[in-house]
């Protein structure tokens, strides 16, 4: 059965450092989702993209964040620089097409330590 | 504000019993809800709802959307060790398809 991926799964990093992490979506999938899932919460929306474009990004932090999709398949969300409050599980999913009819599918995650 | 509301956030039950999860949301331009289990891992996928009153079901799980309430239930019966997980409620909002979830209700099934 087709998967997310998610690379690295765990990262420890200390604070003012960069950090990058991948996602490999199910193929075919055209909408792909980054979110953030601090412990004791519910994940939290922080980008959409449709095919290589943002259709969301209004929960981002772009001041320290940034995220790309650039040829529609894989994509990659980066922190510069990490804060001890971005510690959390980065979580990717995607979906054939944004809506209503298909549920997201998540990869493993990545846990972000921040020290 | 869009939000999702679960209540309980911590459950623990015996073997056997019966359990029901409840999810209340106020969100616009609601398309459908979605409930996902969440062990020490990635959510996966248990209901997605999109009309009132249809009961879905899976096993021994089960869920139904009230629109009018704007709330949801996630029934459980006869627990076992294995269900025990954190249950997330989901709201799928707006043509975009994004998601915003509950804080979800912890599970805990003891032998």
């Known amino acids: 059965e087709a998967e997310v991926a998610q690379s690295p799964r765990y990262k420890i990093t200390e604070k003012s450092q960069a950090v990058a992490f991948w996602c490999d979506p199910i193929s075919g999938h055209a909408t792909l989702y980054w979110y953030r899932q601090i412990l004791g919460q519910g994940p939290e929306l922080l980008v959409q993209?449709?095919?290589?474009?943002?259709?969301?990004d209004s929960q981002l932090p772009k001041d320290r964040f940034s995220a790309e999709r650039l040829k529609g398949v894989d994509s990659t969300l980066k922190i510069q620089p990490a804060e001890l409050g971005d510690s959390a599980m980065y979580l990717c999913a995607s979906s054939p097409q944004p809506g209503g009819v298909y549920e997201q599918y998540f990869g493993p995650g990545t846990r972000l330590t921040v020290t | 504000e869009d939000k999702v509301v679960q209540s309980p956030l911590s459950l623990v039950v015996h073997e056997g019993d019966t359990v029901t999860l409840n999810c209340s949301y106020e969100v616009t331009n609601f398309r459908s809800l979605l409930w996902y289990k969440q062990e020490k891992k990635a959510p996966t996928f248990l209901f997605m709802l999109?009309?009132?009153?249809i009961e879905k079901k899976s096993g021994r799980l089960s869920s139904i959307l009230d629109k009018k309430e704007l709330s949801s239930i996630l029934n459980i019966t006869a627990t076992q060790t294995g269900d025990s997980a954190i249950y997330l409620c989901?709201?799928?909002?707006?043509?975009?398809?994004?998601?915003?979830f509950g804080k979800g209700t912890k599970l805990s099934v003891k032998p």
């Open positions: 999109t009309s009132s009153g």
């Open positions: 993209f449709q095919d290589e474009s943002v259709v969301d």
């Open positions: 989901a709201v799928e909002r707006g043509s975009q398809g994004n998601l915003i």
